[in-house]
């Protein structure tokens, strides 16, 4: 599996999940050790220490009503959220794709990722290429370009915690 990252498509991911057009988010896992510097935790840029990604800062905490589950716009009652909506993570198994959770943009520029049910599991600080689990804020994954698709690539502790918040 290969992990590409380029300053364009950067810029490109952004606009993709800014954009009104949104689309299903590809849902794959990834091996931390493997990911570039560019994309680990071990750049500071990516890491849970820097204050940019962390749940303390008020704008990522899901205190802050922009990211809150009982914001409509991040509620599973919006149609745009559900199974049939324009903005679905959707994971592969056995060549077929299920419905896993949805995300949403914050106008905050903070992007937030569901359960299928609605619970809060992940953020994406502005900015950032980073995904951090909302219970505790640790790394758990990148937003970035797997096998030339734009995918939600969690490493093994961000798949199970998806996979557990059902």
């Given at each position: 599996m290969?992990?590409?990252?380029?300053?364009?498509?950067a810029?490109?991911?952004?606009?993709f999940?800014?954009?009104?057009?949104?689309?299903?988010?590809?849902?794959t896992?990834?091996?931390?050790?493997?990911?570039?510097?560019?994309l680990?935790?071990?750049?500071?840029?990516?890491?849970?220490?820097?204050?940019?990604?962390?749940?303390?800062?008020?704008?990522?905490?899901?205190?802050?009503?922009?990211n809150?589950e009982?914001?409509?716009?991040?509620s599973?009652?919006?149609?745009q959220?559900?199974?049939?909506?324009?903005?679905?993570?959707v994971?592969?198994k056995?060549?077929?794709?299920?419905?896993?959770?949805?995300?949403a943009?914050?106008?905050?520029?903070?992007?937030?990722?569901?359960s299928e049910?609605?619970?809060?599991?992940?953020?994406?600080p502005?900015?950032?290429?980073?995904?951090?689990?909302?219970?505790?804020?640790?790394?758990?994954?990148?937003?970035?370009?797997v096998?030339?698709?734009?995918s939600?690539?969690l490493?093994?502790r961000?798949?199970?915690?998806?996979?557990?918040?059902?």
């Amino acid at each position: 599996m290969r992990i590409l990252l380029f300053a364009s498509f950067a810029i490109a991911a952004v606009s993709f999940i800014c954009s009104a057009a949104m689309a299903d988010l590809r849902v794959t896992q990834v091996e931390g050790a493997t990911l570039p510097y560019d994309l680990s935790p071990s750049n500071y840029k990516n890491s849970p220490s820097n204050y940019e990604n962390s749940i303390s800062n008020y704008v990522n905490s899901s205190s802050n009503y922009e990211n809150s589950e009982s914001n409509y716009a991040n509620s599973s009652a919006n149609y745009q959220n559900s199974q049939n909506g324009r903005r679905r993570l959707v994971l592969k198994k056995g060549g077929s794709d299920y419905f896993v959770g949805y995300y949403a943009m914050a106008k905050n520029g903070t992007t937030n990722y569901f359960s299928e049910r609605g619970k809060r599991i992940f953020f994406n600080p502005k900015g950032g290429d980073a995904v951090f689990c909302e219970t505790d804020g640790e790394f758990c994954g990148v937003l970035a370009l797997v096998n030339n698709e734009l995918s939600l690539a969690l490493t093994q502790r961000g798949l199970k915690v998806l996979l557990l918040s059902e």
